[in-house]
C-alpha cells in the first residue's frame, strides 16, 4: 500500500481557516485520496476524497496536486468541533489503512 | 453520508467467555465490510475484510479462529470474539462500502474483557 505522511498535530484558533497537509509520493494512478477523521471513542467520519481535481463539499475542501504527491485538506472556518484526529489515506481496491494522523487542536 | 450502525457500543465479558458485534449498513448494500481494532493513543489496524457471501481475509497476525467473521447478507456483517482474554480489551470499528469508493464507518465497540 502507498503510504502517506502527516504532520503528528497542529493548532488552530477558532474561526480560521486550517490547512492540513498529506504527503504520499508513491501514489499509484488508480489511489484515491481519501480524508477522515476521528474524535474520541468514536469511529471515523468520513470528511472528503478526491483522485486528481480539487474537490469541495460542505465539511471541506481537498486540494491534490497536479503531480498527486500530495494533497491538502482545508477546513475554511475551524470551529471546537472540528477539533479531531485527522487521516490521510489512500485507497485501491482494498481496506483502509489508517496512518498516526494529525491530531488537530482548536484554540477559541 | 450513508449509515453504519454498531451494536453493542460497550460490553463487559467475562474471561473465556465469547461476545458478538454487529455491524449494519441502514441505508446501502455493503457489499464489502471491514473490522479494525484500535487500541488506547493507537490509529486503527485493519483486521480483515469481508465481502457478502465469503469468507474473510485476515490480515497478517490476526487469528481467524480467535476473530470470527461471517458477512452472511449485503447489510450484517458480525465479529465474535471467542474465548476472551483482557488482552483482547479494545475499541473495534467496522466499515462497509457499496459500490462508491468512500466507506462508512460504525460507531465502535468498547469490549472489556475482565
Known amino acids: 500500500d502507498a503510504k502517506t505522511t502527516q504532520p503528528n498535530s497542529m493548532e488552530s484558533n477558532e474561526e480560521e481557516p486550517v490547512h492540513l497537509p498529506c504527503n504520499h509520493s508513491t501514489i499509484s494512478g488508480t489511489d484515491y485520496i481519501h480524508w477522515y477523521r476521528q474524535l474520541p471513542s468514536q469511529g471515523p467520519e468520513y470528511v472528503i476524497h478526491?483522485?486528481?481535481s480539487n474537490v469541495n463539499n460542505r465539511m471541506a475542501s481537498l486540494a491534490i496536486a497536479e503531480d498527486r504527491k500530495s494533497s491538502t485538506l482545508i477546513l475554511h472556518r475551524a470551529t471546537l468541533r472540528d477539533a479531531a484526529v485527522y487521516y490521510c489515506i489512500l485507497r485501491d481496491l482494498g481496506g483502509m489503512r489508517f496512518g498516526a494522523g494529525t491530531r488537530l487542536t482548536v484554540k477559541p | 453520508g450513508a449509515v453504519v450502525s454498531q451494536h453493542p457500543s460497550r460490553v463487559i465479558c467475562k474471561s473465556g467467555t465469547s461476545v458478538k458485534i454487529e455491524c449494519r449498513s441502514l441505508d446501502f448494500q455493503a457489499t464489502t465490510m471491514f473490522w479494525y481494532r484500535q487500541f488506547p493513543k493507537q490509529s486503527l489496524m485493519l483486521m480483515a475484510t469481508?465481502?457478502?457471501?465469503?469468507?474473510?481475509?485476515?490480515e497478517q497476525g490476526v487469528e481467524k479462529d480467535k476473530f470470527l467473521i461471517n458477512h452472511a447478507s449485503l447489510t450484517l456483517s458480525t465479529l465474535t470474539v471467542t474465548s476472551a482474554h483482557p488482552e483482547d480489551s479494545s475499541f473495534y470499528i467496522c466499515?462497509?462500502?457499496?459500490?462508491?469508493?468512500?466507506?462508512?464507518f460504525g460507531q465502535g465497540t468498547r469490549l472489556t474483557v475482565v
Open positions: 478526491g483522485l486528481t
Open positions: 466499515s462497509a462500502r457499496g459500490g462508491a469508493p468512500e466507506a462508512f
Open positions: 469481508s465481502n457478502e457471501g465469503s469468507k474473510a481475509t485476515y
